[in-house]
């Protein structure tokens, strides 16, 4: 890799940085404004855990900033459009929601448009995967898959955005693992511009998004990120193997996991999937006494070593990639039968212990 390319990605880095510091602070105060914030409730099933009123349009802040650096670095095209105007649409539904809450079904509506929009204008599709010497062309389907897959990544990170840093810590974590990974094997795209400005933009948000946050994510920001992971993952394999196809999910493996067990959760309580809890993966670190910094670092760890994983699977060695997604595994599984994530627990073990009697 070039010196020209590596300080080309250390400037978008450090200017979408230095743009989304500087301007949240004024977003703050227009968040109070015009009412886009979180005000504490005691309400069973409420998410957040805060006990102070918090402005939450953070997501516009980020988005700001992306634009800004996007007219430094990016280039213009009918693919960038329609993902300017994709992400437009998701921050446009997310600030609506931040300033009144509206219903799931209408910001559904808001990521399907958005999700189209990149789809049928802008051309990204998932269309064809070659696995075990097999080949699959999805097609027409390519169109649907695609559209799911989108509104997909940006429910997970929508779901995760439960404690201070944690969304935008793990959505950095993502951004800078397929920056890493796509700039050594020499791939400088268009959705390595987008991942090296998303990663600046998220770094820029935690300096006053980290315990104690002064300003939340909230749906525009949550949906943003989402949205820009789903974007950035379908620009680097149009054309894919399984395994290309993978990686970034396993990237992504918290934020997917937490949406599956809560599927799975509120199934088994016969509660709609929309239904808020207090069941979600970093809720349940809270449980076991860990503090507030300490839960959000703990899943900060753990997604950096599937993230490890991942780039020492395509860079370097596959058998030692295998055995940390193995050890990972192991993790997750005990934290599944230890933990109320899925199901409860306690009365799980009970009725084990009766059976072994």
Known sequence: MGETIITRIFLMILITFLAVSFIMPFIKKLAYHIGALDIPRDEEGHRHIHKKTTPKLGGLGMFLGFLFSYMIFGEHSSTMNSILIGSFIIVLTGIIDDIHSIKASVKFIGQLIAACVVTFYGGILLQDISAFGFYIDFGILAYPITIFFIVACVNCVNLIDGLDGLAGGISAIYYLTIGIIA???GKIGLDVTLTFIMFGATLGFLVHNFHPATIFAGDSGSMFMGFMIAVIALLGFKNVT??????????LAIPILDTLFAIIRRK???ESFST?????????????HLSYRGAVLVIYAIQGLFAIASIVYVLRDRTLG????????????????KTDVVFNHKEFEKRFNFLKK
């Open 183 to 185: 700039a050594i094997m």
């Open 242 to 251: 399984l395994t290309s196809f993978i990686i970034p999910l396993l990237i």
């Open 268 to 270: 088994l309580k016969g």
């Open 276 to 288: 808020p809890d207090k069941s979600h993966i970093h809720h349940q670190f809270l449980n076991m």
């Open 322 to 337: 295998y055995i940390i997604y193995a050890v990972l595994v192991i993790i997750i599984l005990f934290l599944v039968l």
